[in-house]
């Protein structure tokens, strides 16, 4: 049976990534918070982009980590650094 590839958060990534989720899910609090008291919706859609945004940027610190592993070649420094696969990931978005 092939095993299936693995990509494994870098190290140095690990604190932004959580940063980026725990900042998401106090969001995305916010936003239940805020549909039970009734809050405005234009209030409530502005803080659920803000939990997206923070979810993507996550998933993007992850992919770009995965893709520098990919481009390494036997131990040799990737092409692109971590921020600049990350930066053009976003540019995308």
């Given at each position: 049976m092939?095993?299936?590839?693995t990509v494994?958060?870098d190290?140095?990534?690990?604190?932004?990534?959580?940063?980026?989720?725990r900042r998401?899910?106090?969001?995305?609090?916010?936003?239940i918070?805020?549909?039970e008291s009734g809050?405005?919706?234009?209030?409530?859609?502005?803080?659920?982009?803000?939990?997206?945004r923070?979810?993507d940027?996550?998933?993007?610190?992850i992919?770009?980590?995965?893709m520098?592993?990919c481009?390494?070649?036997?131990?040799?420094?990737?092409?692109?650094?971590?921020?600049e696969?990350e930066?053009?990931f976003?540019t995308l978005?």
């Amino acid at each position: 049976m092939a095993e299936e590839p693995t990509v494994r958060v870098d190290d140095d990534a690990v604190g932004a990534v959580l940063n980026r989720l725990r900042r998401a899910q106090g969001q995305l609090s916010g936003v239940i918070a805020m549909i039970e008291s009734g809050r405005d919706c234009r209030d409530i859609v502005t803080q659920l982009a803000a939990a997206s945004r923070a979810l993507d940027r996550a998933g993007f610190k992850i992919v770009a980590g995965g893709m520098r592993q990919c481009t390494a070649a036997d131990g040799e420094a990737p092409a692109m650094s971590e921020t600049e696969l990350e930066k053009l990931f976003l540019t995308l978005a």
